[in-house]
């Protein structure tokens, strides 16, 4: 931090009517004044400056002694140049604006003649009065005592004692206060007031919590415990199991919740369903439960209710749920009466078993009645090939007509073979220079002979292969007749193989409903909940309190700005 250095302020004014003074430059007698760090240095120059005189009072025999020539001109006075000098050092205090505002009123309040704010501060502060202290800016907000008698001494005038009393007035006890006793007892009136005003507006909360929190949730409470009719649950659960099968994927689905999360899912939608609910009440009487007088009536049914309103009560008595995580429905049944809550549980298995059946059997029914038609199918055809097959071969009279084909081509082979032996021996015979004549007739007979059965055996073979009535065409039609019935052989096989396997198909697509959790009569009601029901019924009405005071004060934060 740095310090101004201190320097001499001097102050001249020239004479405009003396042409000397302007001409030559030549300056007044001047007089240092040293700036006013303090009220005490302050005092200090101004004594050294009235003691000090004025180039105006030097007498031209002072001027004329001392070897200069006497001065003309105006020169500021001791008490002017204090002034300023005191203003300058009150500027350079950095004072705020509030500040200064404050110290002219109080220089009002002393009816001080200042001329600007930093003047009231000098007034003040010659007059020995602090304007920043706390207990005169207190005495700003003060109304003036209109009733102070004519002897009161003026603010900041020392009290003189013994003071004399006029004789024409009452000498009564003053009631007027002082400043500090009339402050205190403002600052109490206000704590007085905030402190009523904190009443009240607690007493208001405590109301209004009184009449919107408490007063429902004690009538929630009373009806909880003294109204309502205890309901008595009975909770049971099952599965929907699927027939082990032996393909790959259902050995590998079998056990997991996967196979049957459809059905149970489905069975758990037809328990919540309307259909329930009016199969229950034509066998068990759900109505009639419902509809006993001794019944609270928010629980309990009209005299004649309709099928929507019993439906809503069943909703809230009957609650099933599914875990998908472990394959498992979960019922609880809930009644006035622990027995009838019992039955109207077996009931409601009852009908999910049923319903389990009604799931697969039209698969099963489809699939079976399917492969029974294919079946009848190829039976049919395999007939009809069959009788076609007869009907060939009873028409040709050969029951194998290839068997008859292959039979002449071995004898006309054989017939063959006998001729070339004949025309051997024949050869052989003539050989000789004097054959005999009887051999080698003979062996030329036999020659003929067979030859004429080998032709004759031709002829029926190319009887045979030829036309349409040809033994050969015949031999190939009943081929194709085989070939047909070997053909529908194989499908009715096939088909048999199907029925089978669609046979034992449907037998694994059979559901199973198993009771894990048989349903057993409570001995104690379960519902209602009377201390839980209280505790959220009071949570849920403060919930709309608080909900409703935020939205109010929000709307007053609005509207008033």
Request: glycine content about 4%; aromatic content about 4%; charged content about 25%.
């Amino acid at each position: 931090m740095t310090t101004k250095p201190k320097a001499k302020k001097f102050r001249i004014r020239r004479n405009p009517a003396s042409p000397d003074a302007g001409s030559t430059g030549e300056t007044a007698a001047a007089r240092p004044i040293p700036a006013p760090d303090a009220q005490s240095s302050a005092g200090a120059a101004s004594a050294s400056a009235q003691q000090q005189p004025t180039g105006s009072e030097q007498s031209p025999k002072a001027a004329a002694a001392a070897g200069k020539p006497p001065l003309s001109g105006q020169v500021s006075s001791a008490r002017e140049t204090r002034l300023e000098t005191d203003i300058d050092a009150i500027r350079q205090e950095g004072l705020t604006g509030r500040q200064l505002r404050m110290a002219r009123r109080v220089a009002q309040k002393h009816d001080l003649p200042a001329t600007s704010d930093f003047d009231a501060v000098r007034l003040l502060r010659k007059k020995g009065i602090d304007p920043f202290k706390r207990a005169n800016m207190l005495e700003l907000v003060v109304p003036q005592n209109k009733a102070q008698p004519d002897n009161t001494p003026a603010v900041g005038q020392p009290v003189q004692l013994p003071q004399t009393v006029p004789a024409a007035k009452t000498n009564l006890p003053s009631t007027e206060l002082s400043p500090a006793q009339r402050r205190q007892h403002e600052i109490s009136e206000m704590q007085r007031e905030i402190a009523g005003r904190r009443r009240r507006k607690l007493v208001l909360l405590l109301a209004r919590l009184g009449f919107f929190v408490m007063l429902p949730t004690l009538i929630t409470g009373y009806f909880f415990y003294a109204v309502a009719t205890p309901m008595y649950a009975t909770k049971s659960e099952f599965l929907v199991l699927k027939a082990d099968g032996a393909g790959a994927v259902s050995g590998l689905l079998s056990g997991t919740q996967f196979a049957t999360s459809q059905d149970s899912i489905a069975v758990q939608g037809y328990l919540q369903s309307k259909g329930a609910m009016l199969r229950l009440d034509d066998e068990m009487g759900f109505k009639d439960h419902f509809t006993q007088g001794w019944i609270d009536p928010i629980q309990r049914l009209d005299p004649n209710p309709t099928n929507e309103q019993a439906y809503k009560v069943y909703k809230r008595n009957v609650k099933i749920g599914y875990d998908p995580t472990e394959g498992v429905v979960r019922m609880e049944v809930s009644a006035a009466d622990p027995e009838v809550s019992a039955e109207f549980s077996r009931r409601l298995i009852s009908y999910a078993q049923d319903e389990v059946n009604h799931l697969s059997e039209q698969k099963r029914s489809d699939q079976v009645s399917e492969s029974e038609a294919a079946l009848e199918l190829a039976e049919n055809k395999r007939r009809e090939a069959q009788r076609h097959l007869v009907e060939l071969q009873q028409d040709g009279m050969v029951l194998d007509p290839e068997g008859v084909i292959l039979s002449l081509r071995s004898q006309i082979n054989t017939f063959e073979v006998q001729l070339q032996q004949k025309e051997l021996e024949l050869a052989a015979l003539m050989d000789n220079t004097r054959p005999n004549r009887a051999k080698v007739a003979g062996v030329e007979a036999d020659i003929n002979r067979l030859s004429t059965v080998i032709e004759r055996l031709n002829d029926r073979m190319t009887d045979a292969s030829e036309g349409e009535n040809s033994l050969a065409n015949h031999r190939v039609q009943i081929q194709m007749a085989q070939a047909d019935l070997a053909t529908r052989d194989l499908m009715l096989q096939s088909a048999l193989q199907q029925v089978e396997s669609t046979r034992m198909e449907a037998n694994r697509q059979v559901r199973y409903l198993t009771t894990a959790v048989a349903p057993v009569a409570s001995e104690e009601p379960s519902y209602p909940r009377k201390f839980e029901n209280t505790i959220l019924a009071f949570l849920i009405f403060s919930g709309i309190y608080l909900l409703c005071s935020l939205t109010a004060s929000i709307l007053r934060e609005q509207v008033s700005s």
